[in-house]
C-alpha cells in the first residue's frame, strides 16, 4: 500500500460528460503530480501542486482542470469528456524535493462511452 | 526540457536469464534517477533509485549504474523469475523548479518459464 488514496476506481461515463477524480496524498507528503496512461502508453504528466499551489503543468488539456486543498487533497476535473480521454489517470505524491520518489495511487480508470 | 530514451520498448528472456534495461538522459544537471515498475493493471512502484553521486547501486537481484559522462542509467535485473514480467519506466529529475521526474517511455518485459 503506497499510502496514496484515489477515488472512485472505475468511472464509466458518457461524451460531452464532467466527472472528478479524487485524491488524497501520503501522509506528510505536500505535492501532488497527476498523470495520464492510455493503453500501452507511458505516463503522461498532466500537472503538479505543491502547498496547495500549482506548480507546473505538462501536457493538460484546457477541459482539465485541477486543484490541491488545504488539507492537500486534489481533484483532477474532466470536462466535455471524448472517446479519447479514456485511460487510467495516476495521482501521485512526494514530500518535493528533488530526490523523493513519486508514491502512486492504485488509479482511476475512466472508461467514456 | 529534460529528455529521457528508454530502451528496449520491449525485452523477452528466459527464465534464469538476465535482463538489462537502458537510459538516456539529455540534461546534465540531474541528479536522480528512479526506476518504476508497473504490473499490468496495477500503479507504479519504485524498485530502485540512485543519486548522481553514485555510480551503482544493488537490491538483491536488481542494480542500477549510472555514468554521469555520457549520460546514461541501466537497470539491471539477474536471475529473473515470471514475477518479474511487467513495465519497468526510468526517470530523471534535476534540481531546481519543480522537481518532476521526466519518464521513459517504458520497457516491457516478458519473462517465460
Known amino acids: 500500500d503506497s499510502g496514496v488514496t484515489q477515488t472512485p476506481k472505475h468511472l464509466i461515463t458518457a461524451t460531452g460528460q464532467r466527472v472528478t477524480l479524487r485524491c488524497s496524498p501520503r501522509?506528510?507528503?505536500?505535492?501532488v503530480y497527476w498523470y495520464q496512461q492510455s493503453l500501452d502508453q507511458g505516463l503522461q504528466f498532466l500537472i503538479q501542486?505543491?502547498?496547495?499551489?500549482?506548480?507546473a503543468k505538462g501536457n493538460i488539456l484546457e477541459r482539465f482542470s485541477a486543484q490541491q486543498f488545504p488539507d492537500l487533497h486534489s481533484e483532477l476535473n474532466l470536462s466535455s469528456l471524448e472517446l479519447g480521454d479514456s485511460a487510467l489517470y495516476f495521482c501521485?505524491?512526494?514530500?518535493?524535493?528533488?530526490?523523493?520518489?513519486?508514491?502512486f495511487g492504485n488509479g482511476t480508470r475512466l472508461t467514456v462511452t | 526540457g529534460e529528455n529521457v530514451e528508454q530502451h528496449p520498448s520491449t525485452l523477452s528472456v528466459q527464465e534464469g536469464d538476465s535482463a538489462v534495461i537502458k537510459c538516456t538522459y539529455s540534461?546534465?544537471?540531474?541528479?536522480?534517477f528512479p526506476w518504476y515498475k508497473q504490473e499490468l493493471g496495477k500503479r507504479p512502484q519504485l524498485i530502485i533509485d540512485?543519486?548522481?553521486?553514485?555510480g551503482e547501486k544493488k537490491d538483491q537481484r536488481i542494480a542500477v549504474t549510472l555514468n554521469k559522462t555520457a549520460k546514461h542509467f541501466s537497470l539491471h535485473i539477474t536471475e529473473t523469475q515470471p514475477e518479474d514480467s511487467a513495465v519497468y519506466f526510468c526517470?530523471?529529475?534535476?534540481?531546481?523548479?519543480?522537481?518532476?521526474?521526466?519518464f521513459g517511455r517504458g520497457t516491457s518485459l516478458i519473462v517465460h518459464p
Open positions: 501521485a505524491s512526494s514530500s518535493g524535493t528533488v530526490d523523493s520518489p513519486l508514491h
Open positions: 501522509s506528510g507528503d505536500l505535492s
Open positions: 501542486y505543491y502547498n496547495g499551489e500549482e506548480r
Open positions: 540534461d546534465s544537471a540531474s541528479n536522480y
Open positions: 540512485i543519486r548522481s553521486n553514485v
Open positions: 526517470a530523471a529529475s534535476m534540481p531546481g523548479g519543480s522537481y518532476i521526474p521526466t
